[in-house]
């Protein structure tokens, strides 16, 4: 009791809106009651643009049934990409129409976009990369993605980098070059951003933007597919063409820049895979998102979609907590990383579908060893949102706010509370954290990775908790449910702990909400060596080359957004071969030829390593029909085949009965161009199949069976 009158705390909770159920996600309430007089730095603020005194905000818009423009323009919105099979557009509406927007019976749902983060000479030996690029036999010839699309989705990119003409320097290969960065009235169906489609044109613009802080986008493209090779930082797919989109960085823009990439490769003919190396924090994790959703509608034979992991290794962004009614309650603290200049944390906290559960903010007194104040509980499943503030005063003062947003969502039917937290006074000695409360069910927390944390400060033995960095994987792209997420290996070591092979600290863990394994697959990320742009601050300390009297800069990186398009490269080598290749046959690929070795141990696929670490000589030899490798083709014969070389047919002899036959023939590129189906054979049979059309030159006659697998060369005379 003297413990409570030692403070006066001034409260103010007010219940600024009850939303229409089910109809905006909670980060769109917050920002739609949380915006004004908040400051620029405020997480909320983010995706907020100011134009002609109006707030805008991007968000992606899913309507019952078909697309209608005209709703989203009669509340001063601006549709900015339409993607018909989701039923879903993504927009820039004024925030004041947002609720009544909502109301419209047209619409389903609206979530509003979130801002995403930006998440090579060894590393191509590391994962056989170089085997690919140089056509070591028994491959029919080098593979640098030739006849593919290479599409990259980031930002700060100096398009005019000499990495990315070709080896020679005689062909540019950039062929189109979106800046949604630069105003403009867009194109190809876009409302926004300026279109560049020729290469004077894109030489001409040269960079994306003026201040580069990072030069990411020139370094990930570089990896993905640079050409220069006067460094030896050259990429994987050095033959590819290549298409940019530069993006504002929200996930709406992301999935925008893919799907014009897509509609481009369409366009010519050619297959493609995207590289995303950004991602967000806070979500479901379980792939219902709108993001995860649109990117996962895209995505089919012949158009794949790579993304970065997240670089959230080792950073308590997770809490999980199983709840029964003996054990109802779980605390943990909010460890703020950059407190005296960015005292914001944004958190989530999901439930199970039919279990509800409660949130609280509290101060604690580690002196007193007590909660020294609390907020009430809000219940997830109350379909609201609330701004609450409190000034506790007295000898441990302490201010601060929180913007919280709750209700079930419907895209998945789990309670949702999201939170907005701001720290007044950074200096009081009183702990912030929060508590979460049910009698049953499974709860996860979630908070931005880059200025907050959950850690039990050291009060573990007094019931508090610390978070982990489980199910960390980046929300919204490599969360998707047909995208690969990528983690990253030590390739150089950049830290004194760290050994060449290890997976890298950073590198996010899996496994989705929903139980999916994540990552898929792992790759060379630490101290990659590939091209920066020339008006980043610090290139002038890094290596470069001359050609035609300008100096290109290259230096190094490290993180999953390297080890992405590390993927990504590769992967375009593979569509070389098989330019259908889905989400599904990487998987597989990954399945059989991924490497592994005493970091990533035998028990895999896990939620580390996912399949293992990238093999790009063993995976192109497993699409050419080699699945067991090349150290198995010359074993002993099962079949003879003759005549070799023949004109326009040939006969197989088979020394041994076998079930489930398939004969199938590829050319030197890689594509089938026969494949029978036998079912049963036995020894001493005879088949003939007929090349006649075909072009003369080398083929590859796969045998596979139930009993045993071979591949021969064959020569058409």
Request: charged fraction near 20%; charge should be negative.
């Amino acid at each position: 009791m003297k413990r409570l009158l030692c403070f006066v705390a001034i409260i103010m909770m007010v219940a600024l809106s009850v939303f229409a159920q089910s109809k905006m996600s909670n980060r769109t309430k917050i920002i739609t009651s949380a915006t004004k007089g908040r400051t620029s730095n405020a997480p909320s603020r983010a995706t907020v643009k100011n134009i002609n005194n109006v707030d805008y905000v991007t968000v992606f818009v899913r309507f019952n049934g078909a697309v209608d423009r005209s709703v989203i323009e009669k509340y001063g919105g601006q549709v900015r990409a339409e993607y018909p099979a989701n039923s879903t557009v993504t927009a820039n509406v004024p925030v004041a129409s947002l609720e009544a927007l909502a109301a419209e019976e047209c619409i389903s749902y609206i979530e509003a976009s979130q801002k995403t983060r930006v998440k090579m000479d060894e590393a191509r030996s590391a994962s056989n990369a170089q085997k690919v690029i140089d056509g070591v036999s028994p491959l029919p010839h080098a593979f640098k993605g030739n006849g593919v699309i290479v599409g990259i989705v980031d930002q700060e990119i100096q398009v005019s980098h000499i990495n990315f003409w070709n080896e020679d320097k005689t062909r540019y290969r950039i062929k189109s070059f979106w800046n949604q960065n630069k105003n403009g009235s867009g194109g190809f169906g876009y409302t926004y951003g300026r279109f560049f489609t020729d290469s004077a044109s894109i030489l001409a613009a040269g960079y994306d933007i003026t201040s580069m802080e990072s030069g990411h986008a020139t370094h990930v493209t570089g990896i993905a597919a640079g050409a220069d090779h006067s460094l030896n930082y050259y990429g994987t797919a050095g033959e590819a063409d290549i298409v940019i989109t530069s993006t504002t960085g929200e996930d709406a823009d992301l999935t925008d820049g893919a799907q014009y990439i897509f509609h481009y490769a369409d366009s010519v003919g050619k297959p493609c895979v995207i590289n995303i190396s950004m991602g967000g924090e806070l979500g479901p994790h379980d792939g219902t998102d709108l993001c995860s959703s649109v990117l996962e509608g895209l995505v089919k034979p012949g158009n794949v979609i790579i993304g970065a992991a997240g670089n959230s290794g080792g950073v308590n962004v997770h809490l999980g907590k199983d709840f029964t009614p003996e054990d109802s309650i779980a605390g943990t603290f909010i460890e703020l990383m950059y407190e005296w200049w960015m005292p914001y944390a944004m958190m989530e906290a999901w439930g199970e579908e039919g279990n509800d559960f409660e949130f609280a903010i509290v101060a604690y007194s580690p002196s007193g060893d007590s909660i020294f104040y609390s907020t009430p509980f809000f219940r997830a499943s109350q379909d609201t949102s609330f701004r609450y503030r409190a000034n506790v005063t007295g000898t441990r003062a302490i201010k601060f706010s929180a913007d919280i947003a709750s209700g079930i969502n419907p895209l998945n039917n789990k309670p949702n509370i999201a939170i907005e937290y701001e720290q007044d006074d950074v200096s009081s000695s009183l702990k912030i954290g929060v508590l979460l409360r049910s009698d049953s069910g499974h709860v996860d927390l979630w908070c931005n990775d880059y200025c907050s944390a959950f850690t039990d400060n050291g009060y573990a033995s007094r019931g508090w908790m610390s978070g982990d960095d489980a199910m960390s994987i980046g929300e919204g792209i490599a969360i998707s449910k047909k995208v690969v997420a990528v983690g990253s290996y030590v390739n150089k070591p950049e830290t004194y702990d760290s050994q060449k092979g290890d997976i890298s600290y950073f590198s996010s863990r899996g496994p989705s909400a929903d139980g999916r394994l994540k990552p898929e697959i792992a790759a060379p990320g630490e101290g990659i060596y590939s091209s920066l742009p020339d008006k980043l601050y610090y290139s002038y300390g890094n290596e470069y080359t001359i050609y035609d009297g300008n100096k290109y800069y290259y230096g190094s990186m490290s993180g999953t957004s390297m080890a992405c398009p590390y993927v990504t490269g590769v992967v375009a080598t593979w569509l070389e071969a098989n330019p259908n290749l889905d989400y599904d046959d990487l998987i597989d690929i990954f399945a059989h030829t991924a490497k592994k070795d005493n970091f990533t141990g035998s028990d895999l696929p896990d939620y580390t390593w996912g399949y293992g670490k990238i093999d790009a000589y063993e995976g192109l030899m497993y699409i050419l029909g080699y699945p067991e490798g090349i150290e198995n083709v010359t074993d002993h014969q099962i079949v003879a085949i003759y005549p070799n070389p023949t004109v326009d047919q040939f006969t197989i002899g088979f020394a041994s009965n076998d079930n489930n036959v398939v004969v199938s023939v590829y050319d030197l590129s890689g594509r089938q161009v026969m494949a029978t189906s036998l079912g049963s054979v036995f020894a001493g049979e005879e088949r003939t199949f007929s090349l006649d059309g075909a072009p003369t030159g080398i083929y590859t006659v796969r045998i596979a069976g139930a009993n045993q697998s071979r591949c021969y060369k064959l020569v058409k005379q």
